[in-house]
């Protein structure tokens, strides 16, 4: 059964990935959801995390955007992914103090709604691209 899930992963720059996967795991807004061969059609949200799929390298991090499950190919379009072992903790930490910094900041002088969603938005972002690099070692 290798390579029974057609799996493409799509960003606003390029087709980043297109393989052949006998599963698929992605993050959605309503928590994991695992694909296998003849899966029912579906669209979900994409949350933030790891997309982990069997046969692969290695898995990848995304955020945002949305998979689409249909005819055994599963297509995943993104705002970000990356390769886990593309994933730069350094700079994932330094993205994760300015947020808090920024959430710190708003708390004390009641900052904008939008700002602190944007501040927790960023911390969300580089803490999963911290854990996801994290998990790969």
Known sequence: MAGALTL???TPDRVLLDTTADSVTVPTLDGSVGILKDHA???????????????AEEDMFVSGGFAEVRGNTVRIVTD???????????????????ARQRLEQFESADGEKLDVLRARGSLMRAMM????????R
Request: charged share 30%.
């Open 8 to 10: 493409r992963v799509i």
């Open 41 to 55: 059609p579906m669209v979900a949200a994409i949350g933030v995390g790891q997309l982990s799929f069997a046969g």
């Open 80 to 98: 970000v992914s990356e390769p886990l072992s593309e994933i730069d903790v350094e700079r994932a930490q330094r993205a994760a103090e300015r």
């Open 129 to 136: 691209r911290i854990r996801a690099a994290e998990k790969r």
